[in-house]
């Protein structure tokens, strides 16, 4: 199995204080499109993918609040296939 991720930033939190709204609806929709475009050709760079899939899950890296994606693939063993 092989692994890929992305970090898509939405909000930086400074104390108290929120640095901006987040991104608009769009904007998210597009990174995150590109993100798992990023994430699929990567992994075909790997190797013969047999099955793919992507899990993503909302954390905050220090004070950055964002979107992990990560994409896993389990590649075709050519000789077997």
Same mark, same amino acid.
């Given at each position: &199995? @092989?692994v890929? +991720? /992305?970090?898509?930033?939405? /909000? @930086?939190?400074?104390g108290?204080? $929120?640095?901006g709204?987040g %991104? #608009?609806? !769009?904007?998210?929709?597009r990174?995150?499109? $590109?993100?798992? #475009?990023? %994430?699929?050709?990567?992994?075909?760079?790997?190797g #013969?993918?047999k $099955? &793919?899939?992507? $899990? &993503?899950t +909302? %954390?905050?890296? =220090? #004070?950055? !609040?964002?979107l992990?994606?990560v994409?896993?693939?389990?590649?075709t063993n050519? =000789? +077997? =296939?």
């Amino acid at each position: &199995m @092989v692994v890929a +991720q /992305r970090f898509i930033p939405i /909000r @930086v939190n400074v104390g108290p204080v $929120t640095m901006g709204t987040g %991104i #608009n609806l !769009d904007d998210f929709l597009r990174r995150v499109n $590109t993100a798992v #475009n990023e %994430i699929g050709k990567e992994l075909a760079t790997k190797g #013969n993918i047999k $099955t &793919m899939g992507f $899990t &993503m899950t +909302q %954390i905050t890296v =220090s #004070n950055i !609040d964002g979107l992990l994606i990560v994409g896993w693939a389990y590649l075709t063993n050519d =000789s +077997q =296939s």
